[in-house]
């Protein structure tokens, strides 16, 4: 079974105490309740190569925290931080990524997103008035109008086209040197999930596709909260018509190119995405079969 990064938390989310006061109020005052430990938005990684958590007691009692679930009945917390600019592409987060475990990755991810979605949303969207925290941490409510305001998730699409047994990569240029990974786009509205596959394609690299697959898909906490959609797309064509706005590079690639990749060989054609991200279970999928 395929297993992208950012799942597989061991967490029970326990949304029957969210609404419940006392119950909610019994975890708060527990005293083997845990917080992650975050350096900004960043996970602190454990002498143990895990995330760090600390006790209750080395807060300072002003914080919002919010509930991330329960592991054996205990009370696992992050608190809000105020968080700016896109921590993702510091060299920091991604050497944490590569050393966490799976489980831990997964429980980081939850977090940072509803941190990025309460520093979002401080205020009220219909009258502007600020907003409080409320349901442990999964929601928050206007001081003014009452209104009250939960985490959504948008949907993306990340796919790969085939076409004559080649797959179709591109990069970004913000891309680390060498870099390539599957083409990807946010659903716009009124439009279904093979159509946005269909048109993403069309727009980044002019390539025609008919008949989409979906294979998995992935929680991505970056830039707010994402579910990213992999599917793989039968191409009309191998001819490339690249919109450089969106990639700065596109190009058909083998299945034994690809296993270079992913794999690290020295004499690899390009550089895989990261093991975390979907498109590298995507294109691992797609050399399997």
Partial sequence: MMSPGFTGSPLDRADRVRNDAEAYGVLLADWRARVLGLDGLDPRVSDAG????HSMAELDGSEELILLGLSDDKPHFVAVVEATGDAFRSPAIWRALSMLPAEDAAIYGTARSLIEWHNNHRFCGRCGHATVLFRAGWGRKCGNCAKEHFPRTDPVVIMLAEYEGKALVGRQSRFPPGNYSALAGFLEP????????????????GV?????RYVTSQPWPFGGSQLMMACIADAQGDALVLD???????????KE????ALE???DRRFNAPPPFAIAHSLLKYWVSQ
Avoid: F, P
Wanted: proline content about 0%; some cysteine; aromatic content about 4%.
């Fill in 50 to 53: 895990g995330l760090h958590w």
């Fill in 190 to 205: 009124g439009e279904s999930m093979e159509e946005a596959v269909r048109r993403e394609i069309h727009e980044e690299a």
């Fill in 208 to 212: 025609t596709c008919g008949a989409v």
């Fill in 244 to 254: 450089t706005t969106e990639i700065e590079d596109a190009m058909w690639v083998t």
């Fill in 257 to 260: 190119e690809a296993r270079a």
């Fill in 264 to 266: 690290g060989a020295s």
